[in-house]
């Protein structure tokens, strides 16, 4: 938009439209010390191995993004899983691994960003012998975030 029309444009709108705009902005930010946040063990249910979930976080509707920083000891990893609104994971720490349902396993490093597509059928977690840290995140879907589904067998992690 031109300069000159931008500043023009709230000139422009029907008297009242500023306030009803600054009435409907948020009363402050909202900062929630790390201290605050407890520190959970990965249920055994949905995660194999040692790990360790932090800073969860989820704010109130009409937000619908949520999520953790996860990390995982080596070896460890979560069960099949699928995100209705898909999921995007920033790995902080170490070197991982994710795989979709019958897809390639994808290496995982330091500063790498992976999505998954809503639905997607998949896992992620450490190497065999790195640990691996990442922020998850991922919005609800009618209040569900993710759907747990059978653990990773086994023979079918690599060593």
């Given at each position: 938009?031109?300069?000159?029309?931008?500043?023009?444009?709230?000139?422009?709108?029907?008297?009242?439209?500023?306030?009803?705009?600054?009435?409907?902005?948020?009363a402050a930010v909202t900062v929630t010390r790390a201290a605050a946040?407890?520190?959970?063990?990965?249920?055994?249910?949905?995660?194999?191995?040692?790990?360790?979930?932090?800073?969860?976080?989820?704010?109130?509707?009409?937000?619908?993004?949520?999520?953790?920083?996860?990390?995982?000891?080596?070896?460890?990893?979560?069960?099949?899983?699928?995100?209705?609104?898909?999921?995007?994971?920033?790995?902080?720490?170490?070197?991982?691994?994710?795989?979709?349902?019958?897809?390639?396993?994808?290496?995982?490093?330091?500063?790498?960003?992976?999505?998954?597509?809503?639905?997607?059928?998949?896992?992620?977690?450490?190497?065999?012998?790195?640990?691996?840290?990442?922020?998850?995140?991922?919005?609800?879907?009618?209040?569900?975030?993710?759907?747990?589904?059978?653990?990773?067998?086994?023979?079918?992690?690599?060593?």
């Amino acid at each position: 938009m031109h300069r000159y029309a931008a500043a023009l444009l709230p000139l422009c709108l029907p008297a009242g439209a500023a306030s009803v705009e600054a009435a409907a902005a948020p009363a402050a930010v909202t900062v929630t010390r790390a201290a605050a946040l407890p520190t959970s063990i990965g249920d055994a249910a949905y995660f194999t191995g040692k790990v360790a979930v932090d800073a969860r976080f989820q704010q109130p509707s009409p937000a619908r993004a949520g999520g953790a920083i996860v990390s995982f000891a080596p070896g460890a990893r979560t069960a099949w899983h699928t995100h209705p609104l898909g999921q995007t994971l920033i790995v902080t720490q170490g070197q991982g691994w994710v795989q979709h349902w019958q897809g390639p396993l994808q290496a995982l490093a330091v500063g790498d960003v992976a999505w998954i597509p809503p639905g997607v059928k998949h896992w992620h977690g450490a190497t065999a012998t790195s640990a691996m840290q990442h922020v998850a995140i991922a919005e609800a879907q009618d209040g569900t975030a993710v759907s747990w589904l059978e653990q990773v067998a086994d023979e079918h992690y690599p060593r």
